[in-house]
């Protein structure tokens, strides 16, 4: 059922860790394949990471497939599950037969116990994003604009950018999941600035809107121990909760950023002034 498992990892690990470590224990990679739905799995916070990508047939989400007393059961049957069409066409979700029209950008909450989840669309390519949850909250469609972004940063330091918060307390109830949107202004490179810690939470970024020679460095490990990934379009990182996360690209460029733990409070952060980074 998934194609990768990650397990969690501990800071000490990153002592002696070749590149090549990095990446298979951190990166997540060809998860939007034409015709496919992939599925991978991060032991922190529980964390299904996956990508659809229907092409010229509808997909379905699948049901379980262990452990073997809850083979056939719904996916979302403890789970909650938030999605981001990140393609450049339209796409159709059905949630038990409830139908949700996503153009580029839109994003959707789905609630734990919904049982068939259907996507469609030629040029959709949907980002998915599953934890663990204890009640279900309502389902509901999210546009770029129903929210106020967060103007932040300035063309002069290279990082400006607005902020999307779309599943968060006072735009999106949910169990668990936090996640937004953050688009760089061209001329940009810099996210996530000043970079930060938050002990209580695990951070999935995913990084698109790169040309195919685009790249982003992304920046890992503890403050004074940094490491990075070299990251392509549409590839997904896993950052653990003690370890920094800020990244900087060959261009501007979006990325989806999504938490999950032990609350759902944005500014749960240890705030890093950049020159305490070593």
């Given at each position: ?36 739905l ?43 599950l938030?999605m ?107 996210n ?30 503890k ?22 996360h ?23 952060m ?9």
């Open positions: 059922m998934f194609e990768k498992t990650y397990y969690a990892t501990h800071p000490d690990m990153m002592d002696g860790a070749s590149n090549e470590d990095l990446r298979d224990r951190h990166l997540v990679s060809g998860l939007f394949r034409e015709g496919e992939v599925l991978t799995y991060s032991h922190g916070e529980r964390f299904i990471i996956g990508g659809a990508v229907p092409g010229a047939g509808p997909l379905a989400l699948p049901a379980q497939t262990e452990p073997e007393s809850a083979a056939g059961h719904p996916l979302l049957e403890r789970r909650e938030a981001v069409n990140i393609g450049a066409g339209a796409g159709v979700v059905e949630v038990d037969g409830t139908r949700f029209d996503l153009a580029p950008r839109d994003a959707l909450y789905v609630p734990m116990g919904s049982a068939d989840v259907r996507f469609s669309g030629e040029g959709a390519r949907y980002y998915l994003l599953s934890v663990p949850a204890h009640r279900a909250f309502p389902l509901r469609k999210l546009t770029l604009s129903e929210v106020t972004p967060m103007e932040r940063g300035e063309r002069a330091t290279s990082n400006a950018r607005k902020i999307y918060q779309l599943i968060l307390p006072h735009t999106c109830e949910s169990a668990s999941i936090c996640l937004g949107m953050t688009i760089l202004e061209p001329g940009s490179v810099w996530t600035m000043p970079p930060h810690v938050h002990e209580r939470r695990s951070e999935i970024y995913l990084y698109f809107d790169l040309p195919q020679d685009g790249r982003v460095f992304h920046y890992m490990g403050p004074e121990a940094l490491r990075h990934i070299v990251m392509g379009n549409e590839d997904v990182v896993i950052s653990p909760p003690w370890s920094v800020m990244g900087a690209g060959t261009r501007a460029y979006s990325f989806i950023w999504a938490m999950a733990g032990e609350n759902l409070d944005y500014n749960d240890d705030v890093k002034d950049i020159c305490q980074l070593c």
